[in-house]
């Protein structure tokens, strides 16, 4: 009994993780409307006079996330409740005001006259490329922990 229950448990997780495979990536596309509000007025406040050629939602098992690419290249990411999480700008350098504070004075003392290309902000880490190509990684505390 006991094997058939752990048999059915490993068929069960291989299940969900087929569903969750098949589930990536299956972005469908949706009206800058339809982003949450906090996206839309991100997007209104730093980026009004970039078109949105492409926004897109993500759903999975547990999340849901949405996309964002703009004509200038800019690609935005945003979670469920349309907080930001990475913005890669392609042509361009991310606006400092999305840029923590923190981080700003970091690179104003370290690495003047570097760009911010790229920001990826999680739960627990905010990694930075530069313009230089240099990667920076910080901390929720937004110290320096990595350079690559």
Same mark, same amino acid.
């Given at each position: !009994?006991? &094997?058939?229950?752990?048999?059915?448990?490993? @068929?069960? $997780? $291989? !299940? !969900? /993780? $087929?569903?969750m495979a098949a589930n990536a990536g299956n972005g469908k596309?949706? /009206?800058?409307?339809?982003?949450?509000? #906090?996206? +839309?007025?991100?997007?209104?406040?730093?980026?009004?006079? *970039?078109?949105?050629?492409?926004?897109?939602?993500?759903?999975?098992?547990?999340?849901?996330?949405?996309?964002?690419?703009?004509?200038?290249? =800019?690609?935005?990411?945003?979670?469920? &409740?349309?907080?930001?999480?990475?913005?890669? $700008?392609? +042509?361009?350098?991310?606006?400092? +005001?999305?840029?923590? +504070?923190?981080?700003?004075?970091?690179?104003?003392?370290?690495? %003047?006259? *570097? /760009? @911010? &290309?790229?920001?990826?902000?999680?739960?627990? %880490?905010?990694? @930075? %490329?530069? =313009?230089?190509?240099?990667?920076?990684?910080?901390? #929720?505390?937004? *110290?320096?922990?990595?350079? %690559?």
């Amino acid at each position: !009994m006991k &094997r058939m229950i752990r048999v059915l448990m490993i @068929v069960i $997780c $291989c !299940m !969900m /993780s $087929c569903n969750m495979a098949a589930n990536a990536g299956n972005g469908k596309p949706i /009206s800058v409307n339809a982003l949450p509000a #906090k996206a +839309q007025t991100l997007l209104n406040n730093h980026f009004n006079g *970039q078109k949105v050629m492409l926004a897109t939602i993500e759903s999975g098992v547990v999340s849901r996330s949405y996309d964002v690419v703009l004509k200038n290249g =800019t690609k935005l990411e945003f979670d469920k &409740r349309g907080n930001l999480t990475e913005i890669d $700008c392609k +042509q361009g350098i991310v606006p400092d +005001q999305l840029i923590p +504070q923190a981080i700003n004075n970091y690179l104003k003392e370290n690495y %003047e006259g *570097q /760009s @911010v &290309r790229k920001i990826e902000i999680n739960r627990k %880490e905010y990694e @930075v %490329e530069l =313009t230089n190509g240099l990667d920076l990684t910080f901390n #929720k505390h937004f *110290q320096l922990i990595d350079i %690559e």
